[in-house]
């Protein structure tokens, strides 16, 4: 399903060099149909959502674009991740040539970083609105910018090792398979550790130090606007504090979302990161159990999450779903229309100028 699900699991190749051995043919069943249901949810889904946004593409905001690309992401893993496991399971070893080794195993991997890092970058633009907002203020709204551009380069740039590791090797006579050769035993650890501090760790720390100074300054916020609240209970309140009302409940929503987001996404790989680190520096570790190879596999469930968690963040979810499924209507734009308007802070503030003046 990964990197190295077939891989880093039977790394020592001694023993794959020296016979073909048979697989475990009741988990590869399990596999497959685990791997099926994910590919087929994971693609209607982010194809749902990526229709919808598109329909909305010249009023995209900020926090939408993040999504529109989180999305892309996720069809990068669906796709060039788990599509290719499926067959790889399916047929057993890897069949085709030296170049499509190579190739399969570097989108494998720039699908993950690409869905990490657009996370990453999502959390630091909700940071930048919340803590720091005359930074967004100055922003013009745009459908392309340097955090989204930055985070794909990334992925495309991090992911180049892989050609250069993965490579078709005969593991038996007359059988190939896309290996990963490494130089024990400190090769496949360096490789697990280091892949697992760029993709995983430090994304995390980041988004996490970022999520912890937007919650204190949200509830530093919330109190402040309560005490004005409670003073103004007498007076008629003006245009300025009901767009500061409204500001706050916009930002949020957002910043709930990227939460539950950043939350789901721990969930589902922090086990596939523990079992492969486990695989590499324990000898003795079960690597050919069904619990470690549901464990990576469930790993995947991050890409159907994640359209998931936005249409429950939007107001009108039902409407939403009858949209998806009922493409063709000619009311599809009216219920488009009516969803839930998730813009950043700096649309709304700009909104709220006039009545300022």
Known sequence: MAWFIVNISNITLENALSGDEPRDE?????????????????????????????????QLSRMRVFVFHLCVADLVVTFFQ???????????????????????????????????????VMTMDRYQAICNPMVTFQRRRARWNGAVCAAWCVSFI??????????????????YDCWAL??????????????????????ILVVIV??????????INFHMKTHHVAESVSKTLSS?????????????????????????????????????????????APTQTATFTILMLLASLNSCANPCIYLLFSEKLPKTLVALMCVGQS???????????????????????????
């Open 158 to 175: 991090g992911s180049l090792p892989q050609i250069f590791i993965f490579s078709r090797v005969e593991v038996a006579p007359g059988v």
């Open 26 to 58: 009741r988990l590869a069943q399990v596999e497959i149909a685990l791997l099926s249901i994910i590919f087929i949810t994971a693609g209607m889904l982010n194809f749902g959502v990526l229709l919808l946004l598109w329909k909305r593409r010249k």
């Open 331 to 357: 009311d599809l734009k009216e219920s488009i229309h009516e969803e839930a308007t998730m813009v950043s802070s700096l649309h709304i503030s700009l909104k709220s100028l006039p009545h300022c003046r």
């Open 82 to 120: 788990v599509c290719p496991q499926l067959m790889w399971d399916i047929t057993d070893r890897f069949v085709g040539p030296d170049i499509l080794c190579r190739v399969v195993k570097y989108l494998q991997v720039v699908g993950m970083f690409a869905s990490t890092y657009m996370i990453v």
């Open 240 to 284: 300025r504090a009901s767009s500061v009302t409204g500001v706050s409940k916009a930002r949020a929503k957002t910043v709930k979302m990227t939460v539950v987001i950043v939350l789901v996404y721990i969930i589902c790989w922090t086990p596939f990161f523990i079992v492969q680190l486990w695989s590499v520096w324990d000898i003795e």
């Open 182 to 203: 490494f130089i024990k035993p400190w090769g496949p650890r360096a490789y697990v550790t280091w892949t697992t501090l760029v993709i995983f760790v430090l994304p």
């Open 210 to 219: 970022c999520q912890v100074r937007i919650c204190r300054t949200v509830h």
